[in-house]
């Protein structure tokens, strides 16, 4: 079986081909440089970009694997959650493949694709606990197979990376700005009481981030010698020395400590009331901020759990998880019709 993946659920453009639960071949575009300039995904834009882009990298995926259009059995496609503009662009693409090549059309959600990506490099173990962070979700699951995710808890404002890019965005960082504070962060201990842990204080599984993005604002409008006083491009960062490189590395580490930690009691409280699993999944794009990947990794450890951690390159979007995803539901047996709608929102 040969699955083709498409992804365009937000600002990367990407396909790829998995053949026998193995990556053939992938092409990615990001639209991180077009966006920068704005300060964050500009929705029209980010549609026009893929229709530009896709058909593009499609024919040279094929290209460089010496596939023939002929030889795809499914054509997976990210249908939600995500931007609208940009998810029809992926769907009307995979509905014209298909009816072109007689392959069978596969809608896939988005936010399982990121939790059943590491399955590519290793093997997936259910049950299992799944924690989904990336820039628009925090959900944890309880995952049964690859095609039975029950929601136990989410965010109810910001999701984990969307408080990464909106911390980023008050210090001057370059946008996507979660691996900067991750990288600088990295350099200093946390002040484990400088920034709040919000609503942890509560049996509730779901997590809100919106207040510790404004505590750190309140933190850096008290303190404005600490930030760029413009957005700053990668080299700035770098080059930053002295008093001022390791006061922002205090702030960023004690910010991303809150983040992890609040990840940690919640994934915990969820372990509890989940009943018997046997694996902790963890992914999207915060998957691979290094504390996360250590806290994850001592609560895996306390718990006799099998952790399984995406491939770096696999955290954030990629067309190889929804290929990947899409041969998991072919195998179960389940395939879409012409009359698949994208899911911007809600259940997909
Ligand atoms: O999963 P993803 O590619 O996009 C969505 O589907 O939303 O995740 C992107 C998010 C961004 O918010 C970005 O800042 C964050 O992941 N991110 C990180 C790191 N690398 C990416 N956040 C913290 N630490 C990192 N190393
Ligand atoms: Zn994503």
């Not at 299992?128 to 095609?147: C, D, N």
């Not at 350099?187 to 484990?192: M, S």
């Amino acid at each position: 079986m040969l699955t083709l993946g498409i992804e365009t659920s937000c600002d990367e453009t990407a396909v790829a081909l998995v053949r026998g639960g193995r990556l053939v071949g992938e092409k990615l575009a990001t639209q991180i440089d077009v966006h920068a300039l704005f300060g964050g995904v500009v929705p029209e834009i980010a549609s026009r970009e893929h229709l530009r882009v896709l058909p593009r990298l499609f024919r040279e995926l094929l290209d460089e694997t010496g596939v023939e259009p002929e030889e795809i059995d499914n054509v997976a496609v990210a249908r939600g959650p995500g931007l609208l503009g940009s998810l029809l662009v992926g769907v009307s693409f995979a509905k014209g493949l298909c009816l072109a090549s007689g392959a069978s059309l596969i809608g896939v959600n988005h936010l399982w694709a990121h939790l059943l990506a590491p399955g590519l490099n290793g093997e997936l173990v259910f049950p299992a606990l799944g924690l989904l962070v990336s820039g628009g979700h925090t959900h944890t699951y309880l995952i049964s197979s690859p095609t039975e995710f029950e929601l136990l808890g989410r965010t109810l404002d910001d999701a984990a990376g969307e408080a990464f890019d909106k911390v980023a965005k008050a210090l001057n960082f370059p946008y996507p700005g979660g691996r900067f504070i991750d990288e600088l962060g990295s350099e200093a201990e946390p002040d484990t009481k400088l920034f709040p842990r919000a609503f942890i204080d509560n049996p509730s599984l779901d997590f809100s981030f919106s207040g510790l993005k404004t505590a750190v604002a309140n933190h850096v409008n008290a303190h404005p010698e600490l930030v760029f006083s413009e957005m700053a491009d990668a080299d700035a960062v770098k080059q930053l020395s002295g008093e001022r490189r390791e006061a922002l590395a205090r702030v960023c580490a004690s910010f991303n400590w809150s983040v992890a930690d609040t990840l940690r009691i919640k994934v915990e409280r969820a372990l509890r009331q989940a009943g018997e699993v046997r694996s902790l999944i963890v992914a999207g794009g915060v998957a691979a901020n290094s504390m996360v990947r250590e806290f994850m990794g001592r609560l895996a450890d306390e718990n006799g759990l099998r952790l399984t951690l995406p491939a770096l390159s696999l955290c954030t979007d990629n067309g190889a998880m929804i290929a990947y995803a899409g041969s998991l539901l072919s195998e179960a047996g389940l395939h879409h019709d012409l009359a698949l709608e994208a899911v911007p929102r809600g259940r997909v």
